[in-house]
């Protein structure tokens, strides 16, 4: 069996040597067959080769070379014979070999259109073209074109030919077939040259086509044959065009003509030298080169060709005063002239027989089918007639449908509209709800507590619950006026007010809020102090405290608001003007209405419910009063509102104002002992109050009212704060802004950040953690959560400080080396923060895992454990254990936000602590809370 494998082995590595030696013997066999350049000897060699291949019963073989015999044969002139051999070709072959299959039909199309019959020669080009594409033959694809196009210019169809040749050319190209390229560009250079469009313009096209053939580096690709034809080409365009280089040119193709025996190409340059020669007057060189073209035997010579000769020479011999040989060769033109218009008229006379034989069968045919018109036209009517009933209907009902879907995409743009209108209303309005609840829960909490010091600051934390209190019921209210202004329901309650006393209250409400801000606040007044009037206080009031409201708000630091309040023809006028950018004049339009917010970053930033100057507007209206605008982007805006005096019936007696006193503002730090610097970043200044009023105790604190002077106040600091905490939303530049500007900076990327947000919105947190938040509040908040975050933070800190001190020698991995300036400021790269995330990412895969330790971490990552350890120490001020807890915590922290988990064992196991309790213990300490107030 073995002995029978190997046999059957050495048998088929046999047969595939013999195959490839076989092969390569007849690509050889071709090969020598082309480069025979005398065309006799090469068609007798084609003969050897077609028995040889007859012996070897290799038709494929036979196909090759009488593929090759049609080429010689079109070189010798002979159209009639290189027609039959791609005939005989193209049956012997078969698809299998696609060049030669593919070849031998476009040299049929090629020779059918030398014969005249151009219909026949598009069929057979059209055939093969379509078969190249659908076989994916690309570079036959190319041929297929050219050949179509070579065609349609035999019958000087330029506008069919141009597209065909185009797309060859740029089809060679993309197969990087340098002969097909050659025949492309020629072919076009032929196009152009064309008497039906030739032009100037066209005639340098043509020229220039025909000189990149003849030139380098295409020029060494060129056969004998083609070379000669192409200079031909170039000549007779050289002529058309007076060009001087035509001789010499058409003298290079009659050279290669003669030398190579190509009689096809030899007889077209020897007329055109001829040509050449009678236009410049040379006659006896026109008489010698039309002597020698009457001499030169082409199979293929036209009555054409002879005529053009005799023309030629009968000019030539008038011009030497030979009339006797000038009338001969002109009797001899003429007689051509004739039989050609006798072949025309032959044509004509058969073409018109066969037109009456057609007109006599249409005749009888119209006879037999006159009786079914009648009926035809009727049905053809009926058809018609239901053809355009159905279209109407067709195109009614697309109308409607297009109609209805419009309507529902407009219903639906709506809907979507009014939902994120609801969801930004919300949002807004839990801004404006927490911030208060934040300043009434938490000084409650510290009150309970008994963690007040003095009677003052009791007093203090009162004031601020009952003022704040006072803000949510004026929130509700606005909501509730809202309702009854909508129903018809809502009154007047007019009474008595000392209009002067009355409206310095009303600024003197905003005058701490004012100087927090750093704005230039002032009131204006020529209201006489004794002057009474009856007014719905309560609502007036909202209407002021909005605009002047609003004003604080928009305004930016070191600005100016100016409250105007004078009298005019029975009526006040009550103004309110501030500088700053203004009102978008986008946003005029619908300043009023409710629920509108602008569409500016800085006005989402800014928050607000949308009702405020809804309110303001429907007040003043319904105190029969008005309200104008002057806006100007950019530069501050004016609100105007005029009411009318209503006097009262009674006398009343002034009494001076009394004045509500605001907190205490804190703008610079006040330094005591050794205490940690912190800065605070708010823009409420009762909230930023309230921050400081929890933090003075163990922090020196250093106020800014927005993100921009928070980094101006850093730029000019020479001790940096240890923490910073910052509120989301506050004008100028916002809490996210701020944060990126400081993580991106390696002097304050290392400053812890805590973020005060209202914004209970998942994608908000996301947002502040992955620009690096260090840890996060929501309002309300109490004190103890906010002392343990800011001591975690400051605690973390000092630790990565100790662990960068003068003792630490080494690099860190990937030469990273973090260090402390002289103030104790640590300079982390971004880098160093980018690599600390990619930390967190792993650790966080693996966080189901309570046994995760130091190596599991260091192999995941690819360091040591000591390098490991020795980075998380640098950057964080944690021990790897200590870091790994505090992911666990945040991610358990995001677990109860979720809502997902009910219970504490639930978010234990979920963060991978072990037990409970032990979790429980650990989350008080870190966030200042019980897991159960959360839940």
Same mark, same amino acid.
């Given at each position: ?307 053009? !000769? ?28 004739? $039989? ?496 600390? $995330? ?52 945040? !991610? ?44």
């Amino acid at each position: 069996m073995f002995r029978s494998y190997r046999f059957k082995g050495f048998t088929i590595l046999f047969l595939s040597l013999f195959f490839t030696f076989s092969s390569e013997a007849k690509n050889k066999d071709l090969d020598s067959l082309k480069k025979i350049k005398n065309l006799d000897s090469a068609m007798f060699y084609a003969d050897q080769l077609i028995a040889k291949a007859q012996k070897n019963h290799d038709q494929l073989q036979q196909a090759r070379i009488i593929y090759l015999q049609s080429k010689i044969a079109y070189k010798q002139g002979k159209i009639a014979n290189a027609l039959t051999y791609a005939q005989h070709a193209l049956k012997l072959t078969n698809p299998t070999d696609s060049n030669t299959y593919a070849n031998s039909s476009t040299m049929i199309a090629y020779m059918l259109s030398k014969q005249g019959k151009d219909i026949e020669a598009l069929k057979v080009a059209f055939k093969i073209l379509n078969e190249t594409e659908q076989h994916g033959w690309k570079r036959l694809t190319v041929l297929s074109q050219a050949c179509i196009a070579d065609i349609y210019r035999n019958m000087h169809d330029i506008k069919q030919a141009l597209p065909y040749a185009t797309k060859a050319a740029d089809g060679a190209i993309a197969v990087k077939d340098s002969s097909l390229y050659l025949f492309s560009l020629s072919t076009l250079s032929n196009l152009y040259s064309d008497k039906t469009i030739r032009t100037p313009a066209n005639m340098v096209k043509a020229i220039k086509y025909m000189e990149i053939i003849l030139n380098p580096p295409l020029e060494h690709l060129l056969t004998s044959f083609d070379k000669a034809r192409y200079l031909s080409n170039l000549g007779r365009l050289y002529v058309t065009v007076d060009d001087k280089r035509d001789e010499d040119v058409l003298r290079q193709s009659l050279a290669i003509s003669q030398k190579e025996n190509f009689p096809l190409l030899e007889k077209p340059a020897l007329i055109e030298l001829q040509t050449l020669y009678v236009h410049q007057k040379r006659y006896k060189e026109a008489i010698a080169y039309g002597e020698k073209a009457l001499v030169v035997d082409s199979a293929e010579s036209g009555i054409n060709q002879l005529n053009n !000769i005799y023309n030629h020479l009968s000019e030539a011999y008038e011009g030497l005063n030979n009339y006797k040989l000038a009338y001969q060769y002109y009797r001899k033109a003429t007689i051509l002239n004739d $039989s050609i218009t006798s072949i025309e008229k032959t044509k004509n006379a058969a073409e018109l027989d066969r037109k009456y034989n057609a007109d006599k069968r249409l005749l009888i045919a119209g006879a037999q089918t006159k009786l079914f018109q009648q009926q035809r036209n009727y049905l053809i009517l009926l058809a018609l007639f239901i053809a355009v009933a159905l279209v109407a209907t067709y195109y009614w009902l697309v109308s409607k449908r297009k109609r209805e879907a419009a309507f529902m995409i407009k219903e639906r743009e709506q809907l979507e509209k009014l939902d994120e209108l609801k969801t930004r209303f919300f949002a807004n309005i839990s801004h404006e709800l927490r911030t208060p609840l934040t300043l009434i829960m938490g000084p409650a909490s510290q009150l309970l507590e008994q963690d007040v010091n003095d009677k003052v600051e009791e007093k203090r934390y009162l004031q601020t619950i009952l003022r704040n209190g006072n803000k949510l019921l004026n929130l509700l209210n606005e909501l509730l006026d809202l309702g009854k202004l909508e129903a018809g329901k809502l009154q007047l309650k007019l009474k008595p007010v000392a209009l002067a006393s009355f409206i310095k209250i009303q600024h003197e409400g905003f005058a701490s809020a004012a100087i927090y801000k750093q704005l230039n606040y002032e009131l204006i007044s020529d209201i006489d102090e004794s002057l009474f009037t009856n007014l719905d206080q309560e609502k007036f009031e909202k209407i002021s405290n909005n605009l002047i409201g609003n004003a604080v708000k928009f305004t930016p630091s070191g600005g100016s608001i100016k409250v105007t309040v004078t009298t005019n023809n029975n009526a006040f006028i009550f103004s309110v003007a501030n500088t700053g950018d203004g009102i978008h004049p986008d946003d005029m339009a619908n300043i009023f209405d409710r629920y509108y917010q602008g569409h500016s970053e800085e006005q989402q930033i800014q928050g607000g419910t949308g009702i405020g100057l809804a309110i303001v507007r429907e007040f003043t209206e319904l105190m029969n009063g008005s309200i104008t605008i002057d806006n100007h982007w950019k530069e501050g805006v004016t609100f105007k509102v005029t009411i009318p005096l209503v006097k009262p019936g009674i006398q009343i007696v002034a009494t001076p104002p009394v004045v509500i006193a605001g907190d205490a503002v804190y703008t610079h730090p006040v330094t005591t002992g050794d205490k940690t610097l912190v800065m605070v970043v708010e823009d409420n200044h009762e909230m930023a109050a309230y921050i400081a009023g929890i933090l003075s105790s163990a922090h020196t604190l250093i106020i800014a009212n927005n993100g921009l002077q928070a980094l101006d106040m850093l730029n000019g600091m020479q001790q940096l704060p240890k923490l910073i905490i910052s509120d989301v939303m506050m004008p100028e530049m916002d809490g996210f802004t701020l944060l990126e500007n400081l993580k991106q900076n390696d002097t304050y990327c290392t400053i812890p950040v805590i973020m005060l947000t209202a914004l209970t919105d998942h994608q908000h947190k996301l947002k502040a953690l992955h620009i690096g938040v260090d840890d996060y509040l929501t309002k309300p908040f109490f004190k103890d959560e906010l002392m343990a975050r800011a001591t975690n933070l400051i605690q973390n800190a000092a630790a990565r400080f100790e662990a960068t001190g003068p003792n630490t020698d080494e690099l860190l991995p990937g030469g990273t080396e973090i260090i402390a300036d002289e103030t104790g400021t640590l300079h982390v790269s971004p880098t160093d923060l980018r690599w600390l $995330s990619e930390l967190e990412t792993e650790v966080r895969k693996h966080i189901g895992k309570t046994d995760l330790n130091l190596y599991m971490l260091s192999d995941a990552v690819a360091i040591s454990e000591r390098q490991l350890f020795r980075r998380i120490k640098a950057i964080t001020g944690l021990t790897p254990n200590k870091y790994i807890r505090t992911i666990r915590l945040q !991610i358990a922290r995001e677990a109860i936000e979720s809502g997902r988990y009910r219970t504490l064992a639930e978010i234990s196991y979920a963060a991978g602590f072990d037990t409970p309790a032990y979790f429980s213990k650990l989350f008080k300490e870190h966030y200042g809370r019980e897991v159960g107030e959360l839940l």
